[in-house]
C-alpha cells in the first residue's frame, strides 16, 4: 500500500484560496488514480475530485466545480487540491486517497490521516 501525508490546511476567510498537498511514499505513485474526499462534522465523508494515474482526466462534486482544481506531479509522487472562492460550507477535514475506483467512486487503497480546512464567514 501507499502512504498519503496530507498538508496545507487551516483557517482562512471566505473567498480566500488554499492549496492542500499529499505526498505519497511506499508503492509506485504513477500506478494509481488519486482522490480527494472530505469530512464535515456531523456528516458523511463525501467526494471531493479525482484524478487519473496520468493526470489527464479529472472529476469533481458538483458542489466545487469550477473552484477546485485537482492535478498530480508523478515525479514528485504529490497529489494537489488548489481551493478557490472558499466557502463556510467547505470547512471539513479533507483526505487524500489512493486507488480511486471509477466504478466504486471510492479509495480501493490508502488514505491519509486528513487536514482541517475551516472556512469563516
Known amino acids: 500500500q501507499v502512504q498519503l501525508v496530507e498538508s496545507g490546511g487551516g483557517l482562512v476567510q471566505a473567498g480566500d484560496s488554499l492549496r492542500l498537498s499529499c505526498a505519497a511514499s511506499?508503492?509506485?505513485?504513477?500506478?494509481?488514480?488519486m482522490a480527494w474526499f472530505r469530512q464535515a462534522p456531523g456528516k458523511e465523508r463525501e467526494f471531493v475530485a479525482a484524478?487519473?494515474?496520468?493526470?489527464?482526466?479529472?472529476n469533481y462534486a458538483d458542489s466545487v466545480k469550477g473552484r477546485f482544481t485537482i492535478s498530480r506531479d508523478n515525479a514528485k509522487n504529490t497529489v494537489y487540491l488548489q481551493m478557490n472562492s472558499l466557502k463556510p460550507d467547505d470547512t471539513a477535514v479533507y483526505y487524500c486517497?489512493?486507488?480511486?475506483?471509477?466504478?466504486?467512486?471510492?479509495?480501493?487503497?490508502?488514505w491519509g490521516q486528513g487536514t482541517q480546512v475551516t472556512v469563516s464567514s
Open positions: 511506499g508503492r509506485t505513485f504513477s500506478n494509481y488514480a
Open positions: 486517497a489512493s486507488d480511486f475506483s471509477w466504478v466504486a467512486w471510492s479509495s480501493l487503497g490508502s
Open positions: 484524478i487519473t494515474r496520468s493526470g489527464d482526466t479529472t
